[in-house]
């Protein structure tokens, strides 16, 4: 983690939880949060739940006199319209939802989503006053192939809208086969593609906004893990799946990213 460049630690609860799960998991994650600020004062981090979107107003709801802020998982290139079953992002701001996450690696497998999608995603997303978190990673076969550099630089240039700036984007590096299975890249691994996806940022919004853009690692952080991976100089922060389910997992890990 650079100076200046405060972590965030996104949770994602994909597909998970009815209305008591999501109003429990809030609840506890708002004690720990308040036993630490007793104890410590201000959390030098940000706190983003990305519930499923039938809870997101319930949480909301639940986390009201607290600084964690929620977020969607998608939204439609659309403001409105004729799209059945689909979310926009005017919409998700309109439940006061600061983030949407964008071309998550589910969302391009299990929707065939490209990058122009992606970046039409994150355009609109943009467009409603959200801030876009915009997903890349290689698969399996892509990075035994060698190819992780080449997949990568493709998703950011291709995924990233324009008038992108350090306040309205945060890029996730989750590798696909990562997600989900315990297994995470080393942290030298992790680093060299932080510092490429900063790179190409630069080339795309400019060196200093690229300086100030948040870099998310996700794919399998868990409280064990943690420490060392947001430690990393181009990591700030983290998407975080599985372990976001259980509030002291995710506290946890929030908590690692200033130890
Ligand atoms: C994710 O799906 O964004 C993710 C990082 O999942 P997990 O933490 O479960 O690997």
């Given at each position: 983690m650079a100076q200046g460049r405060r972590p965030l630690i996104a949770g994602n609860w994909k597909m998970n939880g009815l209305w008591d799960d999501g109003v429990e998991r809030a609840e506890t994650l708002m004690r720990l949060m308040q036993d630490a600020e007793a104890a410590q004062?201000?959390?030098p981090f940000d706190l983003l739940l990305c519930p499923p979107a039938t809870l997101i107003g319930v949480v909301h709801f639940t986390l009201a006199n607290t600084s964690i802020t929620v977020g969607g998982q998608d939204c439609h290139t659309?403001?409105?319209?004729?799209?059945?079953g689909d979310v926009s992002a005017s919409m998700l701001k309109d439940l006061d939802c600061t983030h949407v996450i964008v071309g998550h690696s589910e969302r391009r497998a299990d929707h065939a989503e490209s990058d122009a999608v992606v970046e039409a995603k994150a355009q609109a997303a943009v467009a409603a006053g959200l801030c876009a978190i915009v997903c890349v990673g290689e698969t399996e076969a892509q990075r035994d192939a060698g190819r992780t550099a080449e997949i990568v630089a493709r998703q950011v240039k291709g995924s990233i809208p324009t008038g992108a700036n350090s306040q309205n984007l945060v890029v996730a590096y989750e590798p696909v086969w990562a997600i989900g299975t315990g297994k995470t890249p080393t942290a030298p691994e992790v680093q060299e593609v932080h510092a490429l996806i900063r790179a190409r940022l630069a080339d795309l919004i400019g060196a200093a906004e690229a300086a100030k853009t948040r870099i998310l690692y996700g794919g399998s952080v868990k409280p064990s893990n943690a420490k060392e991976l947001l430690a990393?100089?181009?990591?700030?922060?983290a998407l975080v799946g599985?372990?976001?389910?259980?509030a002291g997992d995710f506290w946890a890990i929030a908590a690692a990213s200033t130890a």
């Open positions: 004062g201000p959390l659309k403001a409105s319209g004729a799209h059945t990393l100089p181009d990591v700030d922060g599985g372990a976001s389910l259980v």
